[in-house]
């Protein structure tokens, strides 16, 4: 990832395979309590926010949609609820040990997904983007591995744009959270996550590289206030990963 491309995270966060293996011994660390902990700091809203996510797909029932980073299955379950043939990968063996779905999962890297190119219909991730070594190697999996036409979306969390919401959230996000991680589960991995917006770039960067990579109908929509962000795009019938040519 370019200097152009994202903004610089905080120095205390680890950085390329560092990151990736600090990712992965922390997911492995929280999975016994992963479902319990998201659903109780985010009220329930996350159920929510995934059954939207799918929504957003728009595909014909039947088709084949990946869940990026899968963890314990939520995800897989609401894409078989929506008619859709879930396939999950994540890079926490943890994760794949707790999940609770019939789909089929695969531990690996989604910067290098073991799928034939166009193979996926669609593809989809919650609450992810911060933990990949880098997005706009992502990207360009994505539209390696999704047809022409095929939908992905993305969600993961945003600032609210109100002004006393974003305080409040903010207080919420740094400082209730990670006691809520530490009480019913792992407290360095739920300070993480408030330190791990920084891995986000500009909003502006973030649509631009998906379009770099081959998606066009690229929009961002805000949710529940703005704490939340669903992305959504469809991969160009025209265009090869990188060309930008109309």
Known sequence: MTLTSTRAADES??????????????????????????????????????KQAVRSLTLTPGEVVLDIACGTGDLCRDLYAGGYVPLGIDLS???????????PLLQGDALSLPVADGALDGAISGFALRNFAELPGLFSELARTVRPGGRIALLDVARPENLVLRAGHAVYFGRVVPRIGGLLSDGAAYRYLPKSVAYLPPTGVLLDDLRTAGFVAVERTLLSGGITQLITATRSPRQSPGDTTP
């Open 13 to 50: 966060l680890p950085q390329g395979p560092a990151k990736v293996a600090a990712v992965r011994s922390m997911f492995d660390a929280i999975a016994p309590r992963y479902d319990l902990v998201n659903r109780v700091m985010t009220f329930g809203l996350d159920r929510g926010w995934r």
């Open 93 to 103: 063996a943890g994760m794949l040990h707790h999940a609770r779905t019939t789909a």
